[in-house]
């Protein structure tokens, strides 16, 4: 519910898969790899996810209202069937999402979204459980582990939910004790639901008389807040407050969930968080509140309705560079960017755009027209320098240069292939090297390796590996992820592994029948599963086939954390092979 880019609620990621298991067939014999098949505990579809050296397979059936999770646990070292619990995760909630919350200190594991579970997933006890009726409906995406044995979590008092979105109109957050299951405190508030403004497209399309319904959104967001001499800083160690941005600004205390604070006004959007002080815009207005106090800092004026807060955590998340030490903000409008200090609200500076695109670099501000870029430091603002590169290009900072990136058209705020590179030095713009092809093949996928070396990959799958400074081919890298590079090539409908050298190495033909992946990787191999029906392991260095099993109908198919075991899932069977050590 953050807006894109942003760090401003941290959301603990979790390992799981998810796929759809609708066949059946005999597993192939005498392969390489140790394997071991065992029989399907059901039909359901299913979630796995690795923990205490062992893979848990979760199946759900419904039960009138309620959820019951299927829990199977294999082990890794041995593969066998260990353990099996049948346990109550809550209503069906719509967009509840995983409904588990593992811990990533321990190995333990919280299920449910109400009731609420400690699970240890090396033997399937429950430790205990909360009750829908005490915690009600909880939101596991939305969950925080803290110091002390405490686990924070985002949900909503009433039990019995129809979707998560109109559960969180109204939020609760709960503070349990992981020990006892005890709740420590319940802090009720309110979220801030607005509507999204309308894209170009939209726009057009109601002058044209059609029907544009705005997207809804819910605005709760929160942070913890941690004493930094007289003032706060966010999300790191030693909090003692969660501060929340919904329908107002406020903060609570972590020790007994206490009010501290809560504006008397609705603050607006927000925009942001950073240096202990949260953003909002209000219609021009840019306002900062402190999270010490939740006092108003300064407010902005942005003479734009559209102004957007970007913070050095949003520039990084967005690929962006930005100079050491900077701990101010941008704030765009239609017609300028300012640079402007946390500390006091005040511009440090200020750059027309008139429209045009703006872009970050550790050595420069940089705004485009047209094929031009101009350069503007850091400090004042002054222009550094001119250059022609491109079409919109999209700049990307790689140590001491930037390489912009020009593609055919541009969709989500990237360029798409076939693309033009243009790497120039950052501090003078002077351009050190150009390209738009490998092998005269139109260039369609390419990565940083690093600062200093580009991988590029042609239309035809070849693959060439170049120095930033001067565009010369790259030495073979250390590293066999980066010696041998691996992707599934659309055109030639094989997934391909090319060296440092761009030589084809090895290739399987077939479209791939992962819907997430076009394949996984284990402990230097990787797992190809086709859609014919193919599931293989194969050594990444030389191609060769380790494990593999034919005749499959669209598997479900899972690496664990380490890449050291591999588990196939079938409709009646499942087998775990051991990758490596």
């Known amino acids: 519910m953050s807006k ?39 039909e359901d579809l299913s979630t796995w996810f690795f923990a205490a050296n062992n893979a848990v397979r979760i199946s759900l059936q419904k039960k009138g209202d309620e959820l019951i999770g299927r829990f199977n646990a294999y082990g890794l070292t041995e593969p066998k069937l260990l353990w099996h619990v049948d346990q109550s995760l809550g209503n069906g909630v719509e967009g509840a999402g995983a409904r588990l919350i593992p811990d990533p200190n321990s ?7 109400g009731p609420l579970s400690r699970m240890d997933p090396s033997t399937g006890a429950i430790k205990w459980t909360i009750p829908c009726e005490q915690i009600g409906f909880v939101q596991p995406s939305s969950s925080r582990f803290l110091s002390g044995d405490r686990l924070l979590v985002m949900g909503s008092k009433k039990c019995k939910q ?142 734009s309705k559209g102004a957007y807060v970007y913070t050095l955590d949003d520039l990084v998340d967005m690929g962006q560079g930005a100079p050491d030490g900077m701990h101010d903000v941008l704030i765009s409008g239609t017609d300028d960017v300012a640079r402007v200090a946390t500390a006091t609200g005040r511009a440090t500076w200020t750059v027309k755009r008139g429209g045009m695109s703006w872009w970050t670099s550790k050595e420069a501000f940089l705004t485009e027209s047209g094929d031009k870029i101009t350069a503007y430091d850091w400090a004042k603002a002054a222009k550094i320098w001119e250059a022609k590169i491109g079409s919109k290009p999209k700049p990307t900072d790689a140590g001491d240069y930037i390489v912009f990136v020009d593609g055919e058209k541009w969709a989500s705020g990237s360029p798409t292939p076939p693309f033009r590179f243009t790497v120039a030095n950052g501090k003078s713009g002077q351009i050190a090297w150009t390209r738009k092809d490998v092998d005269g093949k139109k260039i369609v996928d390419w990565h940083l390796q690093g600062p200093d070396r580009i991988r590029m990959e042609n239309e035809k799958g070849s693959v060439a590996t170049f120095n930033v400074a001067d565009g010369s081919p790259a030495a073979a890298p250390q590293e066999i992820a980066d010696r041998y590079l691996v992707s599934y090539v659309e055109k030639a409908k094989a997934l391909q592994c090319h060296d440092a050298s761009g030589t084809l190495v090895w290739e399987r033909k077939g479209e791939s029948g992962m819907s997430d992946a076009s394949f996984l990787t284990g402990k230097d191999c990787v797992v190809w599963a086709s859609k014919e029906g193919t599931v293989e392991v194969i050594g990444r260095a030389d191609g060769k086939s380790m494990w593999s099993a034919s005749g499959l109908k669209e598997p479900g198919v899972f690496v664990n954390p380490a890449g050291t075991c591999l588990v196939v899932q079938n409709k009646k069977d499942l087998t775990i092979v051991k990758l490596g050590s």
């Open 107 to 113: 190995d333990q594991c919280y299920i449910g979204t």
């Open 162 to 303: 129809g979707t998560a979105y109109d559960a969180l109109k109204e939020p609760c957050f709960t503070m349990i004790d992981t020990n006892t299951g005890k709740i420590l405190w319940q802090y009720e508030t309110k979220s801030l639901e607005y509507e999204m403004a309308l894209g170009y497209w939209a726009r057009v399309a109601k002058l044209q008389g059609r029907s544009v319904t705005k997207d809804k959104r819910l605005q709760i967001e929160s942070m913890l807040a941690s004493p930094k001499g007289n003032d706060f800083d966010f999300d790191v160690p030693g909090a003692d407050r969660l501060v929340i941005a919904g329908e107002r600004f406020e903060g609570i205390s972590l020790a007994d969930g206490s009010s501290l604070y809560r504006t008397k006004d609705k603050p607006g959007i927000l925009r942001g968080a950073y240096d202990g002080r949260a953003f909002f815009r209000d219609g021009d207005k840019v306002t900062a509140f402190n999270a010490s106090n939740g006092a108003e800092a300064w407010t902005f004026d942005a003479k």
């Open 4 to 42: 894109p880019g942003s760090r401003i609620h941290g959301i603990h990621a979790i390992a799981l898969a998810f796929a759809l298991v609708l066949g059946s067939a005999p597993f192939a014999a005498g392969d390489p790899l140790p394997s071991t098949t065992l029989p399907s505990p059901d």
